[in-house]
T-cell receptor, first 112, second 114 residues
Framework: GESVGLHLPTLSVQEGDNSIINCAYS??????FIWYKQESGKGPQFIID?????DKRQGQRVTVLLNKTVKHLSLQIAATQPGDSAVYFC???????????FGTGTRLLVSP | EPEVTQTPSHQVTQMGQEVILRCVPI?????FYWYRQILGQKVEFLVS????????KSEIFDDQFSVERPDGSNFTLKIRSTKLEDSAMYFC????????????FGQGTRLTVV
């Protein structure tokens, strides 16, 4: 069955460090991937997305890398700030507009 | 900036009671969703809705659940007879038209069944 999983449940970094959050997916038919940030008590907030015809996409301080060969997705956050502390979810969309399948989440803790 | 709004923010109900969770999706969006998140766990898909009908539902979305778009702006999730295990955050989301578009999520309704 399809599943999206994360390698590490918690990632602790120092302010200013670069953070890398990883995600593995199993549905090779997935063609669209999104990273969401969720702060305590709030809904998932879009960070960045990537389509399967790309292997890298950059935003402001964030980069998403997609390796379809090994079905791996990563989120890189440059110069991590305390405000980046949250749970980060990857999500895949293999069926068009039907649904997003979320991973289990990684908690990012940024120390000043 | 347009946003998905959900009401109430917190709902406490007794086991066996019916609850209706309400959502106002972004106005020009066409695809609507409900997800839930049990405390400390991942976000789980419940149901998707398009063109006034359910397009997909998960195994969680059993006969106790129903969705409705009663007018041009609201999208509701009804749980007919709540169980303790229905306690969770319920998120509404909507997406616009076009390939590879992100889903926008509301702030959620925390449902507590006692």
């Amino acid at each position: 069955g399809e599943s999206v999983g994360l390698h590490l449940p918690t990632l602790s970094v120092q302010e200013g460090d670069n953070s890398i959050i990883n995600c593995a997916y199993s549905n090779s038919a997935s063609d669209y991937f999104i990273w969401y940030k969720q702060e305590s008590g709030k809904g998932p907030q879009f960070i960045i997305d990537i389509r399967s015809n790309m292997d890298k996409r950059q935003g402001q301080r964030v980069t998403v890398l997609l390796n379809k060969t090994v079905k791996h997705l990563s989120l890189q956050i440059a110069a991590t700030q305390p405000g980046d502390s949250a749970v980060y979810f990857c999500a895949e969309d293999g069926t068009g507009f039907q649904k997003l399948v979320f991973g289990t989440g990684t908690r990012l803790l940024v120390s000043p | 900036e347009p946003e998905v709004t959900q009401t109430p923010s917190h709902q406490v109900t007794q086991m066996g009671q019916e609850v209706i969770l309400r959502c106002v999706p972004i106005s020009n969006h066409l695809y609507f969703y409900w997800y839930r998140q049990i405390l400390g766990q991942k976000v789980e898909f419940l149901v998707s809705f398009y063109n006034n009908e359910i397009s997909e539902k998960s195994e969680i979305f059993d006969d106790q659940f129903s969705v409705e778009r009663p007018d041009g702006s609201n999208f509701t999730l009804k749980i007919r007879s709540t169980k303790l295990e229905d306690s969770a955050m319920y998120f509404c989301a909507s997406r616009g038209q076009g390939a590879a578009t992100e889903a926008f999520f509301g702030q959620g309704t925390r449902l507590t069944v006692v």
